[in-house]
């Protein structure tokens, strides 16, 4: 699964609308952020890990990095 489809799903789950999360974004870091910007960035696979971060602490998750089990 790939970033955009995680955004998604995450996007349903907590009833979120991509519209939204822009606007949050746009508030919290001062940056022009819109429901077509934040579509291209995923679409393209341009998005930023720190806007990745953003978005998922705006949804109430948080980004963790684990070491494989061999």
């Known amino acids: 699964m790939d ?3 995680e955004i998604k799903i ?3 789950k907590e009833k979120y609308t991509i519209t939204e999360i822009a ?3 746009a508030k919290i870091t001062g940056k022009h952020y819109t429901q077509a910007s934040l ?3 995923l679409k393209r696979d ?3 890990v720190s ?3 953003l978005i998922l602490d705006i949804l109430g998750y948080e980004l ?3 070491r494989k089990v061999r």
Request: zero cysteines.
């Open 3 to 5: 970033i955009k489809e």
């Open 39 to 41: 579509s291209h960035k």
């Open 51 to 53: 806007e990745y971060k």
């Open 64 to 66: 963790r990095v684990a």
């Open 46 to 48: 341009t998005l930023r």
């Open 10 to 12: 995450l996007l349903l």
């Open 23 to 25: 606007a949050e974004m």
